[in-house]
Structures are given as structure tokens and as C-alpha cells.
């Protein structure tokens, strides 16, 4: 398993609980919603894999072969490392461009050699459609070219496991599709995506694992959501 929580508490910084006894496991290859209202935890349970969140109370806690009950703080960037984030925010550099950007990911990561480094660069870009846009700036691009840069960034390093907090937020519809199907094509080559939505039509037209965050419980809801009829209230974000 990439990811194993059993019975696992998750706090704020302020000690007020987010979510109690959470059992969330994901393997190779897993593509999972998280859904729920405003507050519910999902931005928080992302937080925990990448430990911008502790974890102090579970009866076992791993992320990618690291026990995140003992991990050190000079582990974390070697945790990141082996995942690929993406933030609602996206986080681009807007003083560079886009081979800047991601360049810049490369070597802050331990890549040498500008061969290999552009190779990498160029086969990203090709994989999220993105190729003729290398030197492109952020702000000449659309929302949804954006977030393809930033989920070619995320798969910069190969990792084995992908976050992202609401890649669609403020995509149009069209736009929004296309980012999950380009994610959901990830999964099925064998990397792992776990991202939070509030878009029920998404969930319909790509389907995956789906828990939901509700009164502080994390609930697999894969077999029965759709049976439950969940609201757009139970899905906001």
C-alpha cells in the first residue's frame, strides 16, 4: 500500500479535532475522490500526506514506506519528493516561464544534467498536451493550461503518488473534464491520484473510489453514492 491510516485522528494546529478514526488505505494505480461540505477535512487529510499537517495519534500511519508517527522533519522533503502535488493555487512562478518553472522543480530536486533535464521537461509537456507552450509565461495562459502545466510539474520526478486540492475550481465545464480525464489516464498507467471535488458530474462520468468527509468521519462511500444520492450541498467545497 502507498498510503495506510488505521484509526487515525487528525488535528488542527489549535488542537481542535478534523477528522477521528480515519481507516484510508491506497494502492498502485487508485484514483479516489474526496468529497464534503466547507471545513469537513479533505483539504486537511492532504495535508497529512504531505505533512504540512502532523499526524500524532493513530494506530498506524504510512505514506510511500515512511511512518509519519516518527518521520523526522528532515524527511519530509524526501517524502514530497516522491509525490507530485497540486495546490488550488497552482503556485507557478510568475516570473518565468513555463520550462523555467519546471526546470527549476529539476534542480531544486537533484537533477544535473541539462540534457536529461530538458528531455524530462520535453516529455511532461508532451504527456499533458502541452508541448508548444515551454516558453510560454503563466499569465499567458488559460485556467486550464495552467493546471496542465501544474500537473506536469507534479509528474516531473515519476512519483508514485499525486494530491490535488480542487484541480478543477473555476475550470469551465469543458475544461474541468479534460483534467480529470488527463488525471484518470494517469491512474490507469499506475500512478495513484487522490483529489477533493464538489463536482457530482464528475464523479458520474469518471468513476473511482469515493469517501466523504462529514462530522469529523472519513466514510467509503464507493458502492453507495450513487445510491445515496448525494446533494451538491453534501459535495461543496
Not at 474526496?34 to 493513530?58: C, F, H, M, P, W
Request: charged share 30%; with cysteine.
Amino acid at each position: 500500500m502507498l498510503i495506510n491510516y488505521k484509526n487515525a485522528n487528525i488535528y488542527h494546529d489549535d488542537g481542535d479535532v478534523v477528522l477521528n478514526a480515519v481507516d484510508f488505505s491506497v494502492g498502485e494505480g487508485d484514483f479516489i475522490y474526496l468529497v464534503g461540505r466547507v471545513g469537513s477535512g479533505k483539504s486537511s487529510l492532504l495535508e497529512t500526506i504531505y505533512q504540512e499537517l502532523s499526524i500524532d495519534e493513530a494506530d498506524e500511519a504510512t505514506v510511500l514506506g515512511y511512518d509519519l508517527l516518527t518521520i523526522r522533519r528532515k524527511q519530509i522533503p524526501e517524502l514530497r519528493r516522491k509525490m507530485g502535488i497540486i495546490f488550488q493555487d497552482l503556485q507557478l512562478l510568475s516570473d518565468r516561464s513555463v520550462y523555467r518553472n519546471l526546470y527549476f522543480v529539476l534542480k531544486a530536486t537533484g537533477w544535473r544534467y541539462r540534457d536529461r533535464i530538458d528531455a524530462r521537461i520535453d516529455e511532461v509537456l508532451a504527456q499533458v498536451g502541452m508541448t508548444d507552450m515551454k516558453d510560454r509565461m503563466p499569465h499567458e495562459l488559460s485556467g486550464g493550461e495552467r493546471q496542465r502545466i501544474s500537473i506536469a510539474r507534479a509528474l516531473l520526478n515519476s512519483p508514485q503518488l499525486i494530491v490535488a486540492d480542487e484541480p478543477t475550481a473555476s475550470l469551465d465545464p469543458e475544461t474541468a473534464d479534460n483534467i480529470i480525464r488527463l488525471l484518470r489516464d494517469i491512474a490507469q498507467k499506475g500512478t495513484a491520484v487522490i483529489l477533493t471535488t464538489h463536482n457530482r458530474s464528475l464523479l458520474d462520468k469518471y468513476p473511482g473510489k469515493v469517501y466523504r468527509c462529514s462530522d469529523h468521519r472519513l466514510v467509503d462511500v464507493t458502492n453507495d453514492y450513487s445510491h445515496m444520492q448525494l446533494s451538491e450541498e453534501e459535495l461543496k467545497d
